[in-house]
């Protein structure tokens, strides 16, 4: 069955660097984008940006551009999100997903469990 | 980017009951060259990650319930649930992937 399992929860400090592994099994990863979305406490989801597996090739969003990088290691079937420059507007929960890239681009049909990251001096 | 809106914020259903969310965007989401409108709606229960309910506007995912249905096209689309049940509480998200990804703001469903 597919699955995405992500790290663990994280504090850290503000003007640090945050990496979320998200881990893929159950289908073949080089099919699929994977996205990562946010959820700030209370708050709706906000697009970060995208990987294909298959060439490494990422589109971000323009307002997490120059300090967000995704990254893929296709040996192990892992994605990886690095946040840098963090400040505690970022404390939120961050999830990966998958969408179907025959289809370009389309819906996100799994999600992983989350990882909750808090910035706090 | 393309904004979009939901309305309404929250509502209170009996059980049994229809509920009606509605989203909008602030530019077109359909393909004509395709025939096809990007646009998903997901379910969050509190403390999980959303579900895809339905996708291209209208498309059911496998094992989602057949109270649940989409329509609309171009920029004004309607989630419907047909007698809501318990399990239907939380909070429904419409996506669009037309260009990049949006969500709404999300609408709450509570039972009355």
């Known amino acids: 069955q597919v699955q995405l399992v992500q790290s663990g929860a994280e504090v850290k400090k503000p003007g640090a660097s945050v990496k979320v592994s998200c881990k893929a099994s159950?289908?073949?990863?080089?099919?699929?984008?994977m996205h990562w979305v946010r959820q700030a406490p209370g708050q709706g989801l906000e697009w970060m940006g995208v990987?294909?597996?298959?060439?490494?090739?990422?589109s971000y969003s323009q307002k997490f551009q120059g300090r967000v990088t995704v990254t893929r290691d296709t040996s192990t079937g892992t994605v990886y999100m690095e946040l840098s420059s963090l400040r505690s507007e970022d404390t939120a929960v961050y999830y990966c997903?998958?969408?179907?890239?025959?289809?370009?681009?389309?819906?996100?049909?799994?999600w992983g469990q989350g990882t909750l990251i808090t910035v706090s001096s | 980017d393309i904004v979009m809106t939901q309305s309404p914020d929250s509502l209170a259903v009996s059980l049994g009951e229809r509920a009606t969310i509605n989203c909008k965007s602030s530019?077109?989401?359909?393909?004509?060259?395709?025939?096809?409108?990007?646009l998903a709606w997901y379910h969050q229960r509190p403390g999980q990650p959303p579900e895809l309910l339905i996708s291209?506007?209208?498309t059911r995912e496998s094992g989602v319930p057949d109270r649940f249905s989409g329509s609309g096209s171009g920029t004004d689309f309607i989630l419907t649930i047909n007698s809501v049940q318990a399990e239907d509480v939380g909070v429904y998200y419409c996506?669009?992937?037309?260009?990049?990804?949006?969500f709404g703001q999300g609408t709450k469903v509570e039972i009355k």
């Open positions: 996506q669009q992937y037309y260009s990049t990804y949006t």
């Open positions: 530019h077109s989401v359909f393909y004509s060259s395709n025939n096809k409108n990007y």
């Open positions: 291209w506007a209208s």
């Open positions: 159950g289908y073949t990863f080089t099919s699929y984008h």
């Open positions: 990987i294909n597996p298959s060439g490494g090739g990422t």
């Open positions: 997903a998958r969408s179907d890239l025959s289809s370009g681009w389309s819906s996100f049909d799994y």
